[in-house]
T-cell receptor, first 113, second 113 residues
Framework: DGGITQSPKYLFRKEGQNVTLSCEQN?????MYWYRQDPGQGLRLIYY???????QKGDIAEGYSVSREKKESFPLTVTSAQKNPTAFYLC????????????FGPGTRLLVL | AQSVTQLDSQVPVFEEAPVELRCNYS??????LFWYVQYPNQGLQLLLK??????LVKGINGFEAEFNKSQTSFHLRKPSVHISDTAEYFC???????????FGKGTLLTVNP
């Protein structure tokens, strides 16, 4: 089945620790996106990438980093500089023609110990 | 710049009643419009989308939406809701040159027996 996988489903972070969230897609999509979701705030874009080895900051990139070494993979690192990391993180992908329809993974919930 | 306003943060309805979830957008370019649904602790699932052509768009699960360019609206409707429609619904707009979507803050639809 084609789709987007995110792991882990739940992740716990200690103070001062960097953690990495995984996102993999087998849809052969060019673009990938990371969103943060907080209650009542909708989805906010963290980073996006339209091509391998290139990515752009979204609206709330501070305290996060990404890489895009392979077309199918777009991991997100939540660094110790992100002081309020508790949230639901969603990864999405899309083609770069036409409608920009984005398809989403199941999400990772990050909690701080 | 694009923006989306979902006019109701919560909509409670009784089972088998009709429902309308309201969405207004602003954009300086031609738009693509989307409605997504999110069940608790899951990713977003595409309900329907407007790209061009007929302004009445039909989606999955019996939902439909109407694009109104003069009122810059894209309201979601269902003539008779079920308990299983309880979820959060997000409206989104695309159409810029950067293949990004802008999301509203969501409307929580609660269907009561």
């Amino acid at each position: 089945d084609g789709g987007i996988t995110q792991s882990p489903k739940y992740l716990f972070r200690k103070e001062g620790q960097n953690v990495t969230l995984s996102c993999e897609q087998n849809l052969n999509h060019d673009a990938m996106y990371w969103y943060r979701q907080d209650p009542g705030q909708g989805l906010r874009l963290i980073y996006y990438s339209q091509i391998v080895n290139d990515f752009q900051k979204g609206d709330i990139a501070e305290g996060y980093s990404v890489s895009r070494e392979k077309k199918e993979s777009f991991p997100l690192t939540v660094t110790s500089a992100q002081k309020n990391p508790t949230a639901f993180y969603l990864c999405a992908s899309s083609i770069l023609q036409g409608s920009e329809t984005q398809y989403f993974g199941p999400g990772t919930r990050l909690l701080v110990l | 710049a694009q923006s989306v306003t979902q006019l109701d943060s919560q909509v409670p309805v009784f089972e088998e009643a009709p429902v309308e979830l309201r969405c207004n957008y602003s954009s300086s370019v031609s738009v693509y419009l989307f409605w997504y649904v999110q069940y608790p602790n899951q990713g977003l699932q595409l309900l329907l989308k407007y790209l061009s052509g007929s302004t009445l768009v039909k989606g999955i699960n019996g939902f439909e939406a109407e694009f109104n360019k003069s009122q810059t609206s894209f309201h979601l409707r269902k003539p008779s809701v079920h308990i299983s429609d309880t979820a959060e619904y997000f409206c989104a707009v695309g159409g810029g040159s950067n293949y990004k979507l802008t999301f509203g803050k969501g409307t929580l639809l609660t269907v009561n027996p």
